[in-house]
């Protein structure tokens, strides 16, 4: 059992880290490489058949580009998304010497040339966001914390060597910003589905047993139905609001 474990896990960091690789190189990844990466778990056709579902289901491209379908976004993210793309439109645009010479004076420091260098990168927070819709964050949130993170990105250049490595520094952060808002919201789920979960626990034995008394039952009497200690009990109250119908909590 514990050899299963080891390799599932195994399998999940392959997945998130070809993931992430995909994200690194615009959401594109060959299948070599994918099928290099998992090469010591000697997966079958079917197991890869699974994990290039997963790829394409978080938009990824394999041996090929992404493809993004606005189909895929609900109307409200539809018409926010029209919205936005159409103010970009008012930015300036820059030539590609332009370009770099905004770049070299933002690693120096220059406050206007940092200004500048958001403006240039605005476009791409919203070709990212792209990349992470439908993972349970709506992309406005997923634009606004591209935005933030470009937003401070820009004075954080000194770790960076090369003016031809801003754009890619730039790219990292944006990537981590939306995966850890993301990663937030699935934290929160999974804490939801917990609460839940426990509170139709204790409303279910409570249910039990009152239908035995034929009346409603006391916390005390619960905990020594169960073996349940008092917290677990009374978080399940608190939770519900106090709101499980067959049990008296004794708190009006």
Request: zero cysteines; glycine letters at 6%; charged letters at 35%.
């Amino acid at each position: 059992m514990g050899n299963l474990d080891n390799k599932e896990k195994e399998f999940a960091t392959i997945l998130k880290n070809i993931t992430r690789q995909a994200r690194e190189n615009r959401n594109v990844i060959t299948s070599d490489e994918v099928k290099n990466a998992f090469s010591e778990l000697k997966l079958d056709d079917k197991q890869f058949e699974m994990v290039f579902e997963y790829l394409k289901n978080h938009k990824i491209g394999v041996d090929s580009e992404a493809v993004f379908a606005d189909e895929d976004l609900s109307d409200e993210e539809k018409n926010y998304l029209d919205d936005y793309i159409e103010s970009l439109k008012a930015l300036p645009v820059y030539t590609d010497g332009e370009k770099e010479a905004i770049t070299i004076a933002a690693l120096a420091g220059e406050k206007d040339a940092q200004e500048k260098l958001i403006t240039m990168y605005l476009p791409l927070v919203v070709d990212v966001a792209r990349m992470y819709s439908e993972q349970g964050v709506y992309l406005e949130d997923l634009v606004g914390e591209g935005n933030v993170a470009l937003t401070k990105g820009v004075t954080m250049l000194e770790a960076v060597g090369e003016p031809s490595e801003v754009e890619s520094f730039l790219y990292k952060l944006m990537l981590d910003a939306m995966e850890n808002i993301i990663q937030e919201n699935l934290s929160e789920d999974a804490g939801s589905q917990k609460v839940l979960k426990l509170v139709q626990e204790v409303a279910d034995k409570a249910s039990e047993l009152a239908e035995d008394l034929r009346r409603k039952v006391t916390v005390k009497e619960l905990m020594d139905e169960t073996g349940w200690d008092e917290d677990k009990i009374r978080s399940a109250i608190k939770f519900s609001g106090d709101n499980i119908e067959d049990l008296d909590s004794g708190e009006k």
